[in-house]
């Protein structure tokens, strides 16, 4: 180890043997044992490559002015982020691609981005963000990237080749703008999950009513044929703000999506509403036994309380599957799917509304 120290302007260096990593334990040449390293490591020649690690001929009955050599290597990574300002007449997204070089280093590259489900040899498909570069001669300007990157689709994934040149740098993040800022509607709905389990038995529970959330969902518009529509979204991050009375942004919400095809609409879950209060309890149940099946009949009661100044509405969904289904309730139930049923809950300003049902469920 280099100590740091010197001797007549000679650096000074010490011997010790490392007897553990985790942590890093060292014992030093009088024996005792230090949790901290004595000094800078040093290493003999032999342990460390010096020369290069590949040699690579090529024949050729033609010559060539130049050649192009890939490899794959590991090390560097992206992901994509997303800004949504929610406004009264519509909302402002821009998607921003974040790259991190981890260990790698490039210096004057393109790069190019590839999102999707991208299979790999002895691994299952799964989404996967992959990050190409191209060393070139030019420099890079500051490392920042310019303008907005070009999408194109290539197979089944997209890719999106980023403007100008970068030089990637460990432990340095290179941002690039995925598209231009786009406007679009939006829309808010508030949820609150049923009780009844999607598999296995309904059992029996107590008599006291429960708080549930009531769960607070955006919706971002993307309608065909329009430039926000249009776009393909990679999987990412979303932050949602909303300006205050002094339109002063707040972050009101994170969330996160999948990848999303152009036409498809980004559902976003924010959190649970702060003037909205959800109660649930059972009220009746029954069995009875048919052959080798159990049916279960029971009443539930939801009773949702609203803060707010004007009418809100609530949806109230119960997912089950196999055999089920609501035999009575208050209010229309809407069957969604096979699965799922939905109760829209109309519940007034500075007031409560109660939904009561009841479902018969086989198992």
Same mark, same amino acid.
């Given at each position: ?165 970068? %030089?990637?740098?460990?432990?340095? =993040? *290179?941002?690039?703008? /995925?598209?231009?800022? &786009? ?5 808010? #709905? ?115 309380? %609203?803060?707010?100044?004007?009418? =809100? *509405?609530?949806?109230? /969904?119960?997912?089950? &599957? ?5 035999? #009575? ?35």
């Amino acid at each position: 180890f280099l100590t740091g120290s010197t001797t007549n302007g000679v650096p000074d260096t010490t011997r010790a043997l490392v007897i553990g990593v985790s942590p890093e334990r060292f014992r030093r040449a009088d024996g005792r044992v230090s949790f901290q390293r004595p000094g800078l490591p040093l290493y003999p020649a032999e342990l460390v490559l010096g020369d290069p690690t590949l040699a690579l001929a090529v024949r050729t009955g033609n010559p060539q002015p130049s050649l192009r050599i890939g490899y794959f290597t590991q090390g560097a990574a992206w992901n994509a982020s997303y800004t949504v300002v929610l406004g009264k007449n519509g909302s402002r997204v821009s998607g921003l691609a974040s790259i991190a070089s981890g260990s790698l280093r490039v210096n004057d590259a393109d790069i190019q981005l590839l999102a999707g489900s991208v299979g790999r040899a002895g691994q299952q498909p799964r989404e996967r963000d992959m990050v190409m570069a191209k060393a070139m001669d030019a420099r890079a300007e500051n490392g920042v990237a310019q303008g907005f990157a070009d999408e194109q689709q290539i197979g089944e994934a997209h890719l999106y080749t980023i403007p100008g040149k970068i %030089s990637l740098e460990p432990g340095v =993040t *290179t941002g690039v703008a /995925l598209f231009e800022p &786009a406007t679009t509607p939006w829309d808010r #709905s508030y949820v609150v999950r049923g009780q009844i389990p999607y598999y296995g038995m309904l059992q029996q529970v107590g008599n006291d009513e429960n708080v549930v959330p009531v769960e607070v969902w955006y919706t971002l518009k993307r309608t065909p044929k329009t430039p926000f529509g249009d776009l393909p979204l990679p999987m990412g991050t979303y932050r949602l703000y909303q300006g205050d009375d002094a339109n002063r942004l707040q972050l009101i919400g994170e969330s996160s999506a999948g990848h999303t095809a152009p036409g498809r609409d980004v559902r976003l879950s924010a959190g649970s509403a702060f003037d909205l209060t959800a109660k649930r309890i059972q009220t009746t149940y029954s069995t009875r036994r048919d052959s080798t099946r159990t049916i279960a009949t029971a009443d539930f009661k939801v009773t949702i309380t %609203s803060a707010k100044d004007s009418a =809100t *509405t609530v949806e109230v /969904l119960e997912d089950r &599957a196999g055999e089920w289904s609501v035999l #009575s309730s208050s209010l229309p139930a809407e069957k969604v799917s096979s699965t799922r049923t939905r109760f829209r809950v109309r519940v007034p300003g500075k007031g409560e509304a109660v939904l009561t049902y009841r479902v018969r469920v086989v198992w």
